[in-house]
Each structure stands twice: as C-alpha cells, then as structure tokens.
C-alpha cells in the first residue's frame, strides 16, 4: 500500500464521538416495541402519508429548492413571516450549518450538561469548542449557564422541554438568558417537543423580538415523520439569509416536503397525538412511582426513569430488551443511573410497565 497519502481531518473531528441511534432489533425477535427514538407511535396522519406517496410517483425531478410550498404552510399556520423561515433536513441539519457558519476554531458552543448530544458534535466538526454546562437536578441553571458565557461564545443552545430530561424552562428565564447572551453569539432554542406542551410557541415571540433568538423545529417526533428528514428554523433576516448561503439547494426530498406540509395544516392529528401522550405520560409516571421508580415530570413524549445505580439501569435496559422493549441508555448524556422511555401507544406503555414491573418483581425475589 503506497503510504505517501496522509490525508488529515479538520480540528476538533478525531474527537468526535459517533451520534449512536436508538436501537431498533432485538436479535431472535420479531414483536419488537421501539421506544428508543421518541417517535409518534401513531405515526403521521393520514394527509402527509399521502402527500409523500403522491410525492413519490415522479422521482426523477428535482425537489423546490426554496421550500415555499413547505415555509408558507408553516408560516400560516404558525403565525409567522414565511421569509423568517429555512428548513433542513432534520433540525440536526440547521444545528449542524448553525455550528459551521457561526462556530469555528477559538469560538465556544455552550449547552447544558443533559443536552442534545448533536450540539457537541456539529460544535466539534466546526472545530470549536464544545462547554457543557452543569444543571440542578436535571434542569437547566441560568446562573451557571450565564457564567459559562465570554467573548468566544458563538452559540448557546438549549432544547426547551431538554431531551433526555424532560424538563423545562420558563420563559422568563429563557427572556433573562436572551438578555445575557454575549453581542458576538446567538441563542439557539430547540423546540423539538414543543408541541407536546400546550399553549408553548417554543420560543418564536422572542425570535420575533431580538435580532439574537433562533428556533428550531422538526418533523420528527410529534408529526412523526423521522424518517422523511424535515425540520425548520425561524430565525431573524441575517441568519436565514447565512443559513441559505450553506445549505445545499436540494437538502429536502420532494417526499418530505410534501408530507411536511400536510403535517402542519393537520391540526387534529397534532392535537390527537399531544393528548394522548399527555394522558399516557401522567399514568406512567404514577405507575411507575408505584413501583418505586422515579421519574421528573416530563413536557415531552418520554420519561427519563432514574434507577439506584449504573449497574441498575443496565440491568432493567437489559431485562426490557429480553421482553422485546428496546429503551434508552442515556450514559453519553451523563446520566448512567436512568433510561429514558418514549410514551408508546396504551398498549406499549401496558408492555413497558410491565417489563418494568417484571424487573423489580424479579429483582426482589431474587
Ligand atoms: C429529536 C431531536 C431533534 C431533531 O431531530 P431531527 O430528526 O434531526 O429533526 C432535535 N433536537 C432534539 C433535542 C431532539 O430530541
């Protein structure tokens, strides 16, 4: 092997950790229940899986490469000005250009300590460096995060209900952090399960107010559509405008396109989805107090299921997956002692409870 080429990775990239997905098989099983990915177990609704159907009949033209179908649907039916608006594909994507275009070497992303692992890694691709800041008790401290901020701090993100935690800040505080954001950075608000909380914008007033505020929003867990790859930003003039320079001119299928903006005109399926979930979430969490398990109150369409110990947690992850129940291990999010659960259907929460319940059963015979 000719051993003169050395290509060599950008800074910041040998340190990167691969994203790990939720696990989706269990070897020998065929009755596999998914609860790893915080996916709609209703899925879309019938509207978007027919638009991407249709969508699909004429696969060899290029997709709108200005998302207007898409952005005007989100536009109307969010209240927002459609040219404050940018979709990528997923909002991992509008995290990642966010990282490149803002963030680069000597320049800091802050997030907090239980945040989403992709903002350490576009963070690191971009070659900056990444500051995970400590929280108090599985919530985000604005004391600490304000004092983790300086002159290098390019980006702050924070999802807002907090994957895999499940908790939530107000929006006072969330006004008061936009207030101590340094001139040279941005605050970056994920509202990936916002929808999953009543009443909550996910932050967009405030984007509509300061020049220093970005939302992002995804397809992917309430319209449950994860697999088509759709999200979006509402960001001010300037930054859509960088965002647009960056991302690639056909970053979204026609399908996903298509399928999204059925998703967000279908009112019902959303309220449909947060209902039951809400529903569903309240009595697992009971239940599972009354089992000795706890769990914080969760905004989101998971529960964050704290055990005594590391061992303990990989052991109920363990017995889970043997009854087909795939959760979890959130160890990378520094939480080695819990399993976060999506809120399946009535009949998946019936099974990981009893997996559950199965699990201490058998651990106090044991
Ligand atoms: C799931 C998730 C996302 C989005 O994912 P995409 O599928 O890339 O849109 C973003 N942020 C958080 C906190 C999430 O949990």
Known sequence: MDRTF?????????????????????????????LSSNENPLGPGDAARDAARDALRIPEVYPASDHLHLRTAIA?????PVEGIVCGAGSDELIALLCRIYAGPGGEVVFTEHGFAMYRISAQAAGAEPVAVPERDRVLDPDQLAAAL????????IANPNNPTGTMVSET???????AIPPTALLVLDGAYAEYVEEFDGGATLVGERGNVVMLRTFSKIHGLASLRVGWAYAPPDVCDMLNRVRGPFNIGAPGLAAAAAAVRDRDHVTRSRTMNTRLRSRLHQQLAG???????????????RFESPAEAGAAHSHLLSQGVITRRVDEYNLPSAIRATIG???GCRRLFDGLE????RREAG
């Not at 109307?76 to 927002?80: D, K, P, Q, S, T």
């Not at 505080?173 to 207030?179: F, I």
């Not at 000795?292 to 998971?302: I, Q, T």
């Not at 199965?358 to 059963?361: I, L, P, V």
Request: charged share 25%; proline share 7%; glycine share 10%.
């Open 6 to 34: 050395s290509p060599q990775p950008n800074p910041g990239i040998l340190e990167i950790s691969p994203y790990v997905g939720g696990g989706s098989t269990v070897p020998g099983r065929d009755d596999v229940l998914k």
């Open 76 to 80: 109307e039916v969010h209240g927002l």
């Open 150 to 157: 300086s002159d290098r701090t390019r980006l702050v993100f």
């Open 173 to 179: 505080v969330v006004r008061k952090l936009a207030d």
């Open 291 to 305: 089992l000795g398990l706890e769990s914080d109150v969760s905004m989101a369409n998971f529960l964050l299921i």
């Open 345 to 347: 259907d009535e009949a």
């Open 358 to 361: 199965s699990f201490r059963n």
